[in-house]
């Protein structure tokens, strides 16, 4: 009976391969210069998928990490790691320093049977420019300017009571 319990686990596992565990879709933002640490495993720790890769591709590239072009090999020249381990197994993808031409879609593929995904969209962009000193001043000359504007309209108040006290004075 536990023999055919195991012989029913392995073949059940050869058929699922590794679910990989996470989201399916993911979106990362980040700025140029920025490191990019992407990672993937298998839900179930007992998983051993057969082969382990990382895809990056848009409008100008179609890359299959693991096995670079030339020019690729150049583009990515100590920037990148991909590191797997096997209990749990996971893969990381370690991308220092981006650039605007790493943003795009990577996939993670874990492929044992079947082939389990998990997308990663990067967006590289500037960061929002932060308040320079020009903010500051702006600022300064707006609380001025209500100043003003209130010590005139405490003045003109005050002349206006004034005048109205003297008339009602004279009056009596």
Not at 2 to 15: E, R, S, T
Not at 39 to 62: G, H, L, M, R, V
Not at 108 to 136: D, N, Y
Request: glycine share 6%.
């Amino acid at each position: 009976m536990k023999l055919v319990l195991f012989v029913l686990y392995v073949a059940l596992d050869a058929i699922t391969g590794c679910n990989i565990s996470g989201p399916e879709n993911e979106t990362i933002l980040k700025s140029p210069g920025d490191p990019l640490h992407l990672q993937c495993s298998c839900a179930d720790p007992q998983s051993k998928p057969e082969t382990i890769s990382w895809i990056f591709t848009n409008d100008k590239y179609f890359t299959d990490i693991p096995d670079l072009s030339e020019e690729e090999k150049k583009r990515y020249h100590g920037r990148l790691q991909m590191l797997n381990s096997s209990a749990p197994v996971t893969s990381t993808l370690l991308l220092s320093n981006l650039t605007e031409e790493d943003q795009g879609l990577y996939i993670c593929q874990m492929t044992s049977g079947q082939t389990s995904e998990r997308r990663f969209k990067l967006i590289v962009q500037e960061a929002e420019p932060e308040a320079g000193p020009w903010m500051s001043v702006w600022i300064i000359l707006i609380m001025r300017l209500l100043l003003v504007v209130l010590m005139l309209g405490g003045a003109v108040l005050i002349c206006w009571r004034c005048t109205t006290m003297d008339s009602t004075v004279g009056h009596s």
